[in-house]
């Protein structure tokens, strides 16, 4: 059959993601994928120039995702489907472009780990995240922010006259435009992805990217790549060299003969082929490879020890099987961001399909024996120079304008356009995406003022980069546009100023809650407890005194964020600013009053599994731990447990000396 391209459906039990955090998110990034100074000492040259490039220390001017639950109902999702007769790619425009399933029809093989669920969990930069498939992960060290956000989708001419998809978005963190192209040739056991990274602007850009591409384990599934070295980064947040297989004394290239969850960043030499390939018992699986830019290639697992399988069972349904995770990218390691040029792009292809190899050869005690076997099936099924081929091929396609649309993503990429004049080929960012949010924004472009607040509600995504800071400082000063730019200079790094535009837009300010929580933020961040607390609870008190539906000053402007003050909108700012507030009361040891911000919480929002272990926190804080410890015993879930987290081991180990139940472990790297 020819290539075919397709819109369909996929119902899976999903958990709804819920609203997004209207707080902005001012905190430093918790990610774990850090290493202190020492460590870099004790890198090679380019790998620290590159760790030390350009980290990020916030998500902005991206929102959180952390309103989601763990309550599944069958959700229908939209989906784009590529097939020949060989292989058929199921596709999630609405979760990043996530490439769901790779079906082999000769063989009837599952070639990725598909999860049968879709269950959000914060492991994302920004938040929500859900496990399988292949992701695309760009802008900084970690998962996505678009992982369970829309991206534009079309139907493009492929190189060989039929259709491909094109995937294309704005990414927020770097403001790099980006796409994916997902091209099949017919008669094709291979999915070429066409990838192209532009730095539109006047100044060079850091650059992350790594394709995560989910398999199933298994206790005779191996991990395959060309290399006799790794980079090893444990939850221990160490980086270091170790060889491959064998380290420690264990294979680490079979996933469950780990305990505990890592990463092994493989020593690819210079010229060798760019590949990875996971395959079982019977030397069946897959392979991916891909043009010499993306260098890098990774294995991660989870282990199989309780930690890991508490994880894996956290984010699927019981009885699943267990993945581990290959990944490409463009970096040795996932610690480092690459500089890409003004004006300049970087592009390169990836292949994905299946791989049969001698199973004798793969599992025996031979590494060299085992690579060799793998490569030489991935020569004869690809040859190195028929992917260098299909490249060149793709690469004069890339600029082709797409056709029949198939699915919107974000009007933010329009509105930066619009803003910059930009011209990309081959990704329109047109203004029919523009929405509610890049409304206001709009009106600061074309007439140099945001609109004038019209009720309370919490403000709208805040814009952070030096066009759009340098368009708020010019703007008049009122409130919201004080709010907005103290967002932005706090994102510069200019904390000082940040914290005089929130303070002078409180003088005037009808809506104080938003700028109250900006300063308490500022004050925790330095150090200062007690003020970060005292300006904690008026903010919570002032945001419950606003009647919904009525106030002006800070809140929303209209198209503002768009949905008032009262409902979702008001739950979501009610639930953020509450747990901020009691933790930040925890920790300038006021409990009281904790207990009055808590006590002003809704009954459904106590009710959360976050909030149970808050409250835990704060009978233990209230010297009653056996109250605390009837928390634990009566059973919550906190659904948005942050990836590595150690804070129920924590609060556990405050209530009692007895070992952590298991519902409870989630320790991903061995107590110390």
């Known amino acids: 059959m020819a290539t075919t391209v397709r819109r ?20 430093p990034l ?26 990020l220390s916030t998500v902005l001017p991206v929102r959180l995702l952390d309103g989601y639950g763990r309550e599944r109902v069958p959700t229908a999702l939209d989906a784009i489907v590529i097939e020949n007769d060989r292989l058929k790619a199921t596709v999630l425009p609405g979760f990043g472009g996530r490439v769901h399933s790779l079906h082999h029809k000769p063989s009837g093989r599952e070639l990725l780990y598909t999860n049968p669920v879709l269950q959000p969990a914060d492991f994302a930069l920004n938040g929500a995240w859900f496990s399988g498939g292949v992701e695309w992960n760009i802008g900084a060290t970690g998962h996505t922010t678009l992982s369970c956000a829309p991206v534009h989708a079309a139907r493009v001419p492929a190189p060989d006259g039929g259709d491909m998809i094109r995937l294309w978005e704005w990414e927020r963190l770097r403001d790099l435009p980006f796409q994916v192209d997902l091209w099949l040739p017919e008669d094709s056991d291979f999915l070429h992805v066409g990838v192209r990274i532009r730095n539109p602007h006047e100044h060079t850009a850091p650059v992350y990217w790594w394709s995560n591409i989910a398999v199933p384990e298994g206790e005779r599934t191996r991990v395959l790549a060309p290399a006799d070295e790794a980079w090893h980064f444990g939850y221990e947040r160490a980086l270091t060299r170790v060889p491959v297989p064998v380290s420690g004394s264990v294979d680490r290239t079979y996933p469950l003969r780990s305990d505990f969850p890592a990463d092994y960043f493989y020593e690819v030499p210079d010229g060798a082929r760019r590949w990875i390939a996971s395959l079982d018992e019977h030397g069946h699986g897959l392979v991916q490879t891909s043009t010499d830019l993306l260098r890098g290639r ?50 390169w292809l990836e292949s994905y399909g299946p791989l049969s190899a001698d199973p004798e050869a793969v599992h025996g005690d031979d590494w060299a024996r085992a690579r060799a076997e793998t490569e030489r099936r991935l020569a004869e099924a690809l040859p190195r120079a028929d992917a260098e081929a299909a490249y060149t091929a793709w690469l004069r396609c890339a600029d082709t ?5 198939l699915a919107i993503g974000s009007g933010w990429g329009a509105l930066e356009v619009r803003r910059g004049g930009y011209r990309l080929p081959g990704t329109p960012f047109v203004e029919s995406t523009l929405g509610e949010q890049q409304e206001p924004w709009l009106e600061l472009l074309d007439r140099g003022s945001l609109p004038a607040a019209r009720r309370a509600a919490p403000p709208g995504p805040s814009l952070v980069s030096r066009h759009w800071r340098d368009m708020l400082e010019t703007a008049p000063a009122d409130p ?26 409180l003088v005037r300010a009808a809506s104080r809650w938003p700028l109250l929580r900006c300063l308490a933020v500022a ?19 002032d945001l419950g005194a606003e009647r919904p539906g009525g106030g002006d000053g800070v809140g929303d402007a209209g198209g503002h964020g768009g949905d008032g003050v009262g409902g979702e909108a008001r739950t979501a700012a009610v639930t953020a600013l509450g747990r901020e507030a009691i933790e930040a009361l925890l920790a300038a040891e006021r409990p009281e009053e904790a207990r009055e911000v808590w006590a002003g919480l809704p009954p459904e929002v106590r009710g959360r599994g976050r909030f149970r272990l808050l409250e835990a926190r704060l009978l233990i804080a209230e010297g009653d731990r056996t109250a605390a410890r009837a928390v634990f015993d009566e059973g919550f879930e906190v659904a948005d447990l942050r990836e590595g987290a150690e804070i129920l081991d924590e609060v ?21």
């Open 8 to 27: 369909a459906v996929l119902t899976l039990p999903a958990a709804p993601l819920g609203p997004e955090n209207p707080l902005p998110a001012l905190r």
């Open 30 to 55: 918790d990610e774990t994928h850090v290493v202190d100074e020492r460590v870099r000492a004790g890198l090679p040259g380019d790998m620290a120039r590159q760790v030390g490039y350009e980290p």
């Open 298 to 347: 990774k294995l991660f697992l989870w282990g199989s020890g309780p930690g890991g399988r508490r994880w894996q069972e956290w984010l699927t349904e019981p009885g699943t099987t267990g993945y581990a995770e290959i990944q490409a990218g463009l970096a040795r390691t996932q610690l480092e961001h690459v500089p890409l040029e003004p004006g300049a792009e970087f592009s």
């Open 401 to 405: 304008e797409p056709g029949e649309s």
């Open 480 to 505: 919201l546009t004080e709010y907005h730019l103290g967002v932005a200079q706090w994102h510069a790094g200019d904390r000082a100023q940040a914290v005089r535009s929130w303070e002078r837009g």
């Open 523 to 541: 004050a925790g961040e330095s150090g200062q407890r007690e003020r970060a607390a005292g300006l904690y609870v008026e903010a919570f008190d």
């Open 652 to 672: 556990w180990a405050a209530v009692t000396d007895e070992e952590l139940p298991d519902r409870y472990d989630y320790r991903m790297r061995p107590r110390t």
